[in-house]
């Protein structure tokens, strides 16, 4: 099992940026996909970005391909997401998350087995 802290949420402008952080701990970060997912009120929980053990390979949901950056570093065990030139649409609850086998790519909700609490991002028009 492996714990997982997301940081950096907050209140932006449309228009604006933000860097979510989220830290993990409990097993080998560097051999697992990492996820985020997003939630806003009323809706599902949805895929916004993956990225490989390896950093080589990231994936991103279309409504924030060219806007979302997602990165990693292993020797931190931490994931990232730079998100810019952010809509209202935006707005919602992110999750970090750490797929369920190791040296597998997915993009599916039930592919990730650990999840953070998540952090609040709110965009203003």
């Known amino acids: 099992q492996v714990q997982l802290v997301e940081s950096g949420g907050g209140l932006v402008q449309a228009g604006g940026s933000l860097r979510l952080s989220c830290a993990a701990s409990g097993r080998t970060f560097s051999t697992y996909t990492m996820g985020w997912f997003r939630q806003a009120p009323g809706k599902e929980r949805e895929f916004v970005a993956a990225i490989n053990w390896a950093g080589g390979t990231t994936l991103y949901a279309d409504s924030v391909k060219g806007r979302f950056t997602i990165s990693r570093d292993n020797a931190k065990n931490t994931v990232y997401l730079q998100m810019s030139s952010l809509k209202p649409e935006d707005t919602a609850v992110y999750y970090c998350?750490?797929?369920?086998?190791?040296?597998?790519?997915?993009?599916?909700?039930?592919?990730?087995?650990?999840w953070g609490q998540g952090t609040q991002v709110t965009v203003s028009s």
């Open positions: 998350a750490a797929n369920r086998l190791p040296l597998v790519v997915t993009t599916t909700i039930a592919g990730f087995g650990s």
